[in-house]
């Protein structure tokens, strides 16, 4: 029996580009050695016009038909469409209407946003339809879908929505195309290469990361993403802040997981204005990769570190001593278990006095074998780390804080980016973290909540938080910190006086 042509038809608004997708769809296609034809159906002009696009392919290459050609069809037929790509909304609900798309067949790609008619807009109340309704309809007449937000993907990525509509349908791996195929069609087709392929990249990291159903395999998800689909999305945003948040990405996949990068990307969707965005990614990720004993066991044995040693040492092939001195309180023994009993372990010991005063003594030769044995089992915590109670107090912290900026964000980018940056003084190790993390909890208490309930007015906070955080920067025993905040004080008590 021979094969079935594979179906694509395409709606987009007049302005997104749509015949440029097809050419590159075809373009891929001829690359591929694919038969491949496509046509335009121009529509009525609403919201600048509504296009569609047809495409077959017919997924046997020339060089294996023997000098046959295929009979490939110039227009879809109802109940024949193997996947429709819709770039609006409504428009999807209208090929929906139209019958082309079917519950037993097709794959549904849309984006959830929407560009309003000009019936809609002339209503004199809420004249919108109903986007609920519309993607209730996509569910139950589709045989899957995917369902994102093309537009703001789009933006996003500084490119039109064409290349994300791209991108999401290589990654649905209904056509016979690899992803390469696609990207050298952009780069071919030579116009802005560099925005497309962003866009592009988007379009495909974000639909790797919807799991749905693959075609022909009923039940089965898409793959968790990978280091590069996060990359993608690091990728896509504002320029101000892509180097960071990609290098975040990174460095947070490497230090726990991927899971636990994509709750860094997650963590800064709700900052969108670049400079901020950029500041938090900065910060965000020296935060979320926090020095706890794991951290701190995996830095000490670390190849790279004991190459850096023996260079230092100038030393090669010959014996050598690496002697670690520790001095370990009982907070940061606790650190590994889990919170309950660690809670119960650290109050009985503030208890008795021991907190501050008790410490353990300890010198590991890292170059013997049981050394170097006792930082590689504490290394290999790292997986049970998201159970353990220095992360919990550490997650709990850093979602306070960013709910700290998110709220100063309505009113003052100036007034969040200073909050954000306070995280400079959350760094370290054992001491010397406790006394940054003291010397936040003293500026947000005495600065940073005043200001949000108005207590102190925005312009004197922000100067105010700048004010205290370079003297806890300047010195982190707190004395500096300690006049800023009496000076802080007495600036905020003379308006008062004066009323």
Not at 171 to 200: T, Y
Not at 427 to 454: C, H, M, S
Request: positive net charge.
């Amino acid at each position: 029996m021979s094969p079935r042509p594979l179906t694509l038809l395409i709606a987009a608004l007049g302005g997104e580009g749509g015949g440029v997708l097809t050419d590159w769809i075809v373009s891929a296609a001829e690359a591929c050695d694919l038969p491949v034809q496509s046509t335009s159906i121009p529509g009525v002009a609403q919201r600048t016009g509504a296009t569609t696009y047809y495409v077959e392919i017919y997924p046997v290459r020339h060089s294996e038909l023997g000098g046959r050609r295929p009979v490939l069809a110039l227009a879809p037929g109802v109940g024949d469409v193997d996947m429709v790509v819709a770039s609006e909304l409504l428009e999807a609900g209208r090929q929906i209407s139209s019958g082309f798309v079917t519950a037993d067949r097709t794959l549904l790609i849309a984006s959830t946003s929407r560009v309003y008619l000009t019936t809609e807009k002339m209503a004199m109340s809420d004249g919108r339809y109903d986007s609920e309704r519309l993607m209730q309809a996509a569910a139950a007449n589709s045989r899957a879908q995917v369902l994102f937000d093309m537009e703001a993907a789009a933006r996003s990525a500084g490119a039109i929505v064409n290349s994300v509509m791209l991108g999401a349908i290589a990654a649905s791996g209904r056509l016979p195309i690899p992803v390469e195929a696609f990207e050298a069609a952009i780069r071919h087709d030579g116009k802005q290469v560099e925005s497309n392929l962003n866009g592009f990249r988007t379009g495909l990291a974000v639909v790797r990361d919807k799991a749905f159903p693959v075609a022909g395999q009923p039940g089965k998800r898409a793959a968790k993403p990978t280091l590069a689909a996060l990359e993608a999305h690091a990728a896509a945003l504002p320029e101000a802040a892509r180097a960071l948040a990609t290098e975040g990405v990174r460095r947070l996949a490497a230090y726990q997981n991927l899971d636990y990068a994509r709750l860094y990307l997650d963590r800064l969707k709700p900052f969108t204005e670049p400079k901020l965005l950029a500041e938090v990614a900065r910060q965000l990720a020296v935060r979320m990769s926090f020095e706890d004993v794991i951290r701190v066991a995996e830095a000490k044995i670390a190849p790279a570190r004991l190459k850096r040693i023996e260079s230092e040492l100038g030393v090669k092939d010959q014996p050598y001593v690496v002697t670690e001195f520790l001095k370990p309180g009982i907070e940061e023994l606790c650190q590994v278990l889990p919170p309950r009993l660690a809670r119960a372990i650290v109050r009985y010991a503030e208890k008795r006095g021991w907190l501050g005063t008790l410490y353990f003594g300890m010198e590991v030769k890292t170059t013997s074998v049981f050394g170097y044995l006792r930082f590689w089992s504490l290394a290999k915590l790292k997986r049970f780390r998201p159970k353990s109670w220095r992360y919990a107090e550490e997650q709990a912290a850093i979602e306070a804080w960013l709910a700290r900026i998110a709220a100063a964000q309505s009113r003052s980018v100036d007034f969040a980016r200073e909050i954000a940056e306070c995280a400079r003084l959350i760094k370290g190790y054992g001491d010397t973290w406790k006394r940054g993390f003291a010397n936040y909890q003293l500026i947000e208490a005495r600065v940073i909540v005043p200001v949000l309930e108005g207590g102190i007015a925005l312009r004197t906070g922000i100067d105010a938080i700048a004010s205290a955080r370079t003297a806890a920067l300047l010195d982190p025993e707190g004395e500096a910190l300690g006049k800023a905040i009496a000076a802080i004080d007495a600036q905020v008590a003379l308006p008062l006086a004066a009323e």
